[in-house]
Every structure is written in C-alpha cells, then in structure tokens.
C-alpha cells in the first residue's frame, strides 16, 4: 500500500489493523495511544470542514487519478502520527500534486482537506457497524471460546479467553478514541448513504489494506458460525 494516500478510507482501515495487530502482539496501551494520537492529528487537519455533494462527487471522481501521483506512490509508511503529519505537508508542498489539482479546478490545500473529512467519517460509520455486529455477537462468540475451552487444556482455554476479552477492550477503546473527530452532520451522513457504494469503489478500487482489516471479521463471522 502507497503511504501517501492519507486521505483514503483505506489508508485509516489498515491502520485500525495495525492498531489491532500490535495490540495482540502484547502492547494494547501503547497501540490503543497511538491510535489517539493519530485521531488527534486527523482532527486538527480536518477542524472546521464539512463536505457537500459537490466534495464527494469530486473525491468519486478524482481519487484514483490523485492515488496516481508519485508522491502518493512513494513507499514509506508512516508508523506513527507525527509521520503522518509530515506526510501531509509534503504532499502539499509536491509540485506535481499543486499542478494536478490546479489544472482539475480544485484547491490542493481544501481539496486534501476535504477528502480527508469524507475518509474520516465513512470510516467512522464502517466501524460502528462493526461494532454493532460485534455487540450483537458478543454472547454467541463467548459461547463459542466457553465449548472450545472444554477440548484444551487451561493454558489454551486462558489465552482464548484473554484474546477475547483484549479484542473487545480494543474495540472500546478504538471507539472512544475515534470521537475526537469532528462529528458528522446530517446532511453529511445523507450523502454518504446516497454515494457511499461509489465512494468506497473510487477509493478501494487497487488497494488491500481494507481486505487485510475485513478478513478480521470474515474470520470471526465464518468461526462464529460453525460453532
């Protein structure tokens, strides 16, 4: 995945699967924090804007053509927030980016913003139905770890337990944190239920990091389900 496609939804699901990842790996505070951090710089590049059809029809439009540019192409992923950050000031500063935009009719600096924004809250909206979907099988999933916990032995049945216990607490906490984003408006959200299924096709049309953060969940539903 090109690291400079920070304005992309897809960008935000692979870091929620880093967030995840490094989380199971044993440092759940530290990722959970990091995940804050990266939430407060979003935030503030985001502060003040909201989209309007207009936006959203342009980012449709323009997003793989703008995913394109060299500098989106550079592979060097930024790990943490203040990367990030730095990665948005070059972007702006990238000639080839200030021409492509310019010559498309679009504002470089208002553009990235807005593309952003509409990132933001069509990932916000995709996790909390994640969520929902999680909370809705919490009881059958812990079922599940209770029957697979009666064929091994305790120290397996204990860190199945823990991994159980850990995901939903990553969940919790990745909800709270995603909070410090602007909310949405109501003419925002109606947008993005009219335009939604063409945004995520722009935006996801060459790139894996969504699948890599989905396969989580088809993971869990196709477990869930034979149990």
């Excluded at 009881?139 to 697979?148: K, R």
Aim: glycine fraction near 4%.
């Amino acid at each position: 995945m090109s690291k400079r496609t920070v304005c992309a939804l897809v960008f935000t699901m692979l870091l929620v699967g880093n967030t995840v990842a490094r989380a199971q790996a044993g440092a759940m505070g530290d990722a959970v924090t990091e995940y804050e951090e990266w939430m407060k710089v979003i935030a503030e590049f985001t502060r003040g804007i909201e989209f309007g059809e207009k936006d959203i029809q342009a980012v449709i439009e323009y997003w793989p053509e703008m995913n394109e540019l060299e500098i989106m192409q550079e592979d060097d992923s930024a790990e943490v927030a203040s990367e990030f950050a730095r990665d948005v000031r070059q972007i702006l500063a990238d000639s080839e980016y200030q021409q492509w935009a310019r010559s498309r009719g679009l504002e470089p600096e208002e553009f990235l913003r807005r593309s952003m924004r509409i990132s933001m809250v069509f990932m916000a909206r995709q996790m909390e139905s994640q969520q929902e979907m999680l909370a809705s099988q919490q009881a059958s999933y812990e079922a599940m770890v209770e029957q697979s916990c009666a064929q091994v032995d305790a120290e397996t049945c204990a860190q199945m337990r823990s991994a159980m216990e850990q995901s939903l607490a990553i969940a919790a906490a990745m909800k709270n944190a995603t909070k410090q984003l602007p909310p949405p408006t109501a003419a925002e959200l109606e947008l993005l239920e009219q335009y939604g299924s063409d945004l995520e096709a722009a935006m996801m049309s060459e790139d894996e990091g969504y699948d890599e953060y989905d396969s989580d969940y088809e993971d869990y539903e196709y477990e869930d389900d034979d149990g």
